[in-house]
């Protein structure tokens, strides 16, 4: 396992990389730029009570704050754009705590370890010319780690609206039950509108923000819900390598919805928190996927530079 300061210095340099990937945009977040928050209720289905002692995954609705954004560093990325979509939702529970859910339009990372993505990142830097990245860099990296060539090559849909996609959260955790037996899981946002999404062709006639404007003028005429789809593993799934996904045909079972009523009332305080996956709670813990883990410390370095306007 790294030490503290191992992983202090790995951050530094997976930010540094990323902003040579999207550019420096003093104040703002270097994943995920640009982004709306919205309020929204939580409501336990009761199906997950018995597996995890997790406060808002009993009985009780507990209120929910939700950010979506697409993946870019660069805040002046159009929503037409073929990047991920990330929905980040944190749980306010009853005793004034928090716990984050941070989920992706894609159901893998595309790195097993923090230092493949540090490598990744470097080989999509691009081009000073083209503004592109060189391909033979990417083709160098996926054939010096072929077991990520699916992940990379990934294509994330160009959703229709942030209501009609699916959000994974990429990562393993473990859920504790009252007994103290542990289960990994993963999880899955699954949006009851229904997944729908566009061409590239369809893309391009769309705005800049169509994503966020479409999101706001569905909101005034009804809520938007997704179901959390939980996937249980089966002994031999892997906890350690978000690059992989479970089978399909895991059990499923269906822990809540969550519901989005409207937009957040202030942003500006929301513009300045840190949605973190590894601020769990009770009844939840961290599994041993250690680019899980390496994320607080990628997003405390993220937060330090953003705070002081870097």
Request: proline share 8%; glycine share 4%; net charge negative.
């Amino acid at each position: 396992m790294p030490s503290s300061s191992a992983d202090q210095t790995l951050a530094v340099q997976v930010v540094d990389s990323m902003e040579r990937m999207s550019g420096k945009h003093p104040g703002y977040r270097r994943s995920s730029a640009r982004g709306a928050c919205f309020r929204a209720t939580f409501t336990p289905s009761g199906a997950a009570a018995a597996l995890t002692t997790a406060a808002h995954l009993q009985t009780r609705t507990v209120a929910a704050t939700v950010r979506f954004s697409n993946s870019e560093g660069n805040p002046h990325t159009p929503d037409t754009a073929p990047v991920t979509r990330g929905m980040a939702t944190r749980f306010h529970l009853p005793d004034g705590s928090d716990t984050d859910l941070v989920a992706l339009t894609v159901p893998r990372f595309v790195a097993s370890t923090p230092g493949e993505f540090l490598l990744l990142t470097e080989a999509l830097r691009p081009d000073p010319v083209t503004h592109q990245p060189d391909l033979t860099r990417v083709h160098a990296f996926v054939g010096a780690h072929p077991h990520l060539a699916e992940a990379v090559a990934q294509q994330p849909p160009i959703p229709v609206s942030y209501a009609s996609t699916a959000y994974w959260a990429i990562h393993a955790f473990i859920w504790v039950d009252a007994a103290g037996v542990r289960r990994p899981v993963r999880y899955r946002w699954e949006p009851v509108a229904g997944r729908t999404e566009l061409t590239a062709a369809e893309a391009a006639t769309r705005t800049a923000h169509y994503l966020t404007d479409e999101l706001h003028q569905r909101l005034e005429h009804a809520r938007v819900a997704f179901d959390l789809r939980i996937q249980l593993a089966d002994p031999d799934d892997a906890t350690h390598d978000p690059s992989t996904v479970w089978p399909d045909h895991r059990k499923e079972i269906t822990a809540g919805r969550l519901e989005i009523a409207a937009p957040a009332d202030d942003l500006d305080p929301w513009n300045t928190q840190a949605f973190n996956p590894t601020r769990v709670t009770t009844g939840i813990q961290l599994s041993d996927d250690p680019v899980l883990a390496f994320r607080a410390h990628a997003y405390a370095e993220s937060h330090l530079r953003r705070s002081r306007n870097q």
